[in-house]
């Protein structure tokens, strides 16, 4: 009895680290997938545009420089006539002037550095949070979020997307479904269209979420670049070299 109590001890100690993402998940709004490609320069091109003039007024990625987008295909001069604020260089660090204390007085929280939040969050993530706003008057800044309830954040693309809001529901007694309820069903509905299309919205949300995928790691397109010449490298030096090793145990075969 107690070696079968040991070993499914064992297996359950095994199956944790599969389970665990999911048992995270569990009960909150079900996450939109997000169609990113690291490899699509345009897409991080426009991604880190959009994050430089929008985000970066309230949110730093200190482990980022400017001359790192050197990397999706821009070069110096481009970083420095589109991108880089006015008296910073090109190898400064992408910090903000805003100072911690104005901004946890003004938002209820200092809003947090980017640099590494799509490799804690997941690029799904904060793909549905970039789509997740809706109106909330209870809240201060008048907005909330599907995917961060009681989020400090306003909604700052809320002209591109225009206004949701919570869907109303009522159960079979006739009683409206408990807010939370919604919030975990995502259900939206439009209140007010912006100046982008839903389609639009949506492709320039995966631009920026592309751009924070990479922003946390930035060598990785490179380094998948150089992965593909090598193997291509290594595909054209070796498929001779086994053809003739095939040949030469195979010769004596009849």
């Known amino acids: 009895m107690k070696n079968k109590i040991r070993h499914l001890i064992a297996a359950l100690a095994l199956m944790l680290p599969f389970a665990a993402p999911a048992l995270a998940n569990e009960g909150g709004p079900a996450l939109d997938k997000a169609d990113i490609n690291i490899q699509d320069t345009e897409s991080l091109q426009r991604g880190a545009q959009i994050f430089v003039n929008y985000c970066l007024s309230c949110h730093s ?3 980022l420089r400017y001359n790192r987008l050197e990397d999706i295909g821009l ?15 090109i190898g400064d660090q992408m910090n ?3 100072d911690k204390k104005d901004a946890k007085a003004w938002f209820g ?3 947090p550095d980017l640099s590494l939040i799509a490799r804690s969050r997941g690029a799904d993530y904060l793909y549905s949070y970039l789509r997740g706003f809706y109106r909330d008057p209870t809240r201060p800044t008048g907005w909330n979020n599907l995917v961060f309830d009681k989020v400090g954040m306003p ?6 997307q225009g206004e949701q809001q919570l ?3 009522k159960d079979a007694e006739g009683n409206e479904v408990h807010k939370l309820q919604l919030v975990k069903a995502g259900t939206l509905t ?3 269209n912006g100046k982008a299309n ?3 919205y949506d492709r320039r949300m995966t631009d920026l979420t592309n751009f924070l995928v990479f922003m946390g790691e930035p060598a990785q397109v490179q380094r998948q670049q150089i992965g593909y010449v090598v193997l291509m490298f290594l595909g054209l030096l070796l498929f001779p070299l086994v053809y003739l090793l095939k040949k030469e145990y195979w010769r004596d075969v009849h």
Do not use: C, D, R
């Open 167 to 169: 869907k109303t529901e």
């Open 75 to 89: 070069t110096e001069e481009q970083i420095k006539a589109n991108l880089l604020p006015e008296g910073a260089k």
């Open 109 to 111: 929280a200092t809003p």
């Open 190 to 192: 439009k209140l007010e």
């Open 61 to 63: 990625a200190s482990m």
């Open 155 to 160: 909604h700052i693309f809320w002209e591109w």
């Open 198 to 200: 839903t389609v639009e």
């Open 96 to 98: 903000i002037s805003m």
